[in-house]
């Protein structure tokens, strides 16, 4: 008769464990998220792209808004949205425990300007990836000019 009781209750005690888990996560999935925490690490002294700027390109994509629970949040999209902008290295998307939840944006670090044959502009950073000007910002580098023939769209 003990080992009826031990079994009966080590299941009992497993299926509540796996209750618990499952209305944690549904709790988890309808809580309201805060605004993400943004971080961007920049390498070297010039800066392409501030918290404030990852925060309203989002918000202009659609890919965070008002009232969002954390179960609309699709963290593949936004980091595959983030590393699609020329500027960016690498992006990490993480959520934690409540409505909290951080963007790590690692910037690309530009060595050179391009000014090529057909009047177009572009950066190339340290590992030879080339990056879209900026209208909002402009980096201390290197100036190259003359009849280069390469374009951004032919690099890239």
């Known amino acids: 008769?003990?080992?009826w009781l031990k079994i009966s209750l080590w299941s009992v005690f497993g299926i509540s464990v796996?209750?618990?888990?499952?209305?944690?996560q549904n709790a988890q999935r309808e809580k309201i998220l805060a605004e993400p925490v943004i971080k961007v690490h920049v390498e070297g002294e010039n800066v392409f792209l501030t918290g404030d700027e990852v925060s309203e390109?989002?918000?202009g994509e659609g890919l965070i808004y008002e009232n969002q629970r954390r179960g609309q949040l699709d963290i593949e999209k936004i980091e595959a949205y983030l590393k699609g902008i020329s500027q960016v290295k690498d992006v990490k998307v993480y959520?934690?425990?409540?409505?909290?939840?951080?963007i790590d944006v690692e910037t690309r670090n530009p060595i050179a300007r391009i000014y090529n044959k057909f009047g177009a502009s572009y950066y190339l950073d340290s590992e030879g990836?080339?990056?879209?000007?900026?209208e909002?910002?402009?980096?201390?580098?290197?100036v190259v000019t003359g009849n280069i023939p390469d374009r951004i769209e032919s690099i890239s």
């Open 1 to 3: 008769m003990k080992t």
């Open 18 to 24: 796996i209750v618990l888990i499952f209305m944690t």
């Open 57 to 59: 390109l989002l918000w």
């Open 95 to 102: 959520t934690r425990l409540g409505g909290e939840w951080q």
């Open 129 to 134: 990836n080339t990056m879209e000007v900026s």
């Open 136 to 142: 909002f910002h402009a980096a201390r580098t290197l």
